[in-house]
């Protein structure tokens, strides 16, 4: 099997866990447990609370003492064991330390696979930059793979869904033990501080005005990004409980109708070169914005019927693609771009800290509240009717994403320069 074939092999199985429930946990969580939103949206923040040290701590362990790909592969393993102890929590509270401790093992695997990857391809004399993106599209073809398998098989609303994410969860821990070797670099450890390695030098870039405010804002929308994760296929699901949209196609496989959002993810990928070197960060950033006020606006107005607003939920999944990617990997670039080389390693990570993790936190526990208090009749049967406003809901939403793109405009004030924009890289 050559490199890229089994590297393609570890992205497909990395992200197809995440996809076999990321996106139906909602609709299990409120269809067949009937528990409430502020717990739900506490769940939610597990994946964040576990971004803000555990990424770094396995990349302590594995820079000092054991092989990258080891440590992918234990944890994987680990998590398979978690993952089929989920459903047996008995209430929220039970539930969210058990859904945390999973979290702990899974979202370090993320940044080790591409660790694991840059490090064979590299051995192996390969360009990164031209060679990993398309190996890495392969993970965004795993989400989609699992949330289908969740989906046609009717699982979305039973706890079977982390069955089948154990078992691919099982299956990655022991492919990975058969991966390239990612050794520790011990010089480099020993050269670094703990600072250096938790990425905390990086934030000297908030005292930039620019650089602060940019971060700030990349934490607001990864709050967003939160939102239509956890509520996206729940809103959908819950149209069963309405005859007249009962058996639909759109309702019963509501997941396949929500991943069109990843197909779009990887077509928008493709033209953020073109975009960044254009029009500059702040035009992107502002695009991003203004495309989750789309995003959820359309979700207010949308249904599933194929003859009435489901073009409207379809559009909406299509115009996810770039209110993700146009602030997530244009971030990424723009950062890469701005922050000193000696700490680019260690402001990717704060950029990953202030989306996947405050800004993860704040939007789950922000949103469960919100949506439990102001959004859901509790005297209404949830088993049988919809009890939450989602049209409120969406337009409440909307309008976050709205006032962002209204104060970011003003606030944030860097000028593009398209000569040194294409000293941006594209990767």
């Known amino acids: 099997m050559s490199l890229k074939l089994r590297l393609t092999v570890l992205n497909f199985l990395q992200y197809y866990i995440w996809g076999a429930w990321l996106l139906t946990i909602g609709t299990w969580w409120f269809q067949t447990l009937h528990w409430s939103g502020t717990s739900f949206g506490a769940i939610f923040s597990t994946m964040g609370i576990a971004s803000l040290f555990m990424p770094s701590l396995a990349g302590i362990v594995a820079d000092k003492w054991i092989n990258a790909e080891r440590v992918h592969g234990l944890f994987h393993i680990l998590g398979a064991v978690v993952l089929l102890a989920i459903p047996r929590a008995s209430d929220p509270q039970q539930m969210f330390w058990v859904v945390l401790l999973y979290m702990c093992f899974y979202m370090p695997t993320i940044a080790l696979s591409i660790a694991v990857a840059f490090n064979a391809l590299k051995r192996e004399g390969m360009d990164v930059v031209s060679t990993y993106p398309p190996i890495r599209v392969w993970g965004t073809v795993g989400f989609i793979a699992g949330t289908w398998t969740t989906s046609l098989f009717g699982f979305k609303a039973s706890a079977t869904q982390f069955e089948v994410a154990a078992a691919a969860s099982l299956l990655l821990g022991l ?253």
């Open 175 to 427: 492919y990975a033990f058969t991966l390239p070797k990612c050794p520790p670099k011990l010089d480099a450890a020993h050269s670094r501080s703990l600072v250096d390695r938790l990425g905390l030098t990086s934030f000297a870039l908030f005292r930039d005005r620019n650089m602060a405010v940019f971060f700030v804002f990349t934490m607001l929308l990864g709050a967003a990004l939160q939102l239509t994760n956890a509520y996206g296929d729940a809103f959908l699901s819950d149209f069963v409980k309405v005859p007249a949209y009962a058996n639909l196609l759109t309702v019963k496989y509501s997941t396949i109708i929500v991943s069109i959002s990843q197909f779009s993810e990887t077509a928008f990928i493709l033209t953020i070169p073109f975009f960044m070197k254009r029009f500059g960060i702040k035009a992107v950033m502002t695009m991003s914005m203004l495309a989750w006020v789309l995003r959820f606006g359309l979700f207010a107005f949308g249904n599933p019927d194929p003859l009435g607003g489901l073009w409207m939920v379809v559009l909406s999944c299509i115009v996810y693609g770039m209110a993700f990617d146009f602030f997530n990997i244009s971030g990424q670039l723009f950062v890469e771009s701005q922050a000193d080389p000696k700490i680019r390693a260690s402001a990717q990570g704060l950029f990953m800290l202030m989306t996947n993790g405050v800004g993860a936190v704040l939007g789950s526990l922000a949103a469960g509240f919100v949506i439990d208090h102001f959004f859901t009749n509790h005297a209404c049967n949830d088993a049988v009717l919809i009890c939450k406003d989602w049209h409120g809901i969406w337009l409440a939403f909307a309008g976050y994403a709205l006032v962002m793109a209204v104060l970011f405009v003003p606030l944030f004030r860097h000028r593009h320069n398209v000569v040194a924009a294409h000293a941006v890289p594209t990767h």
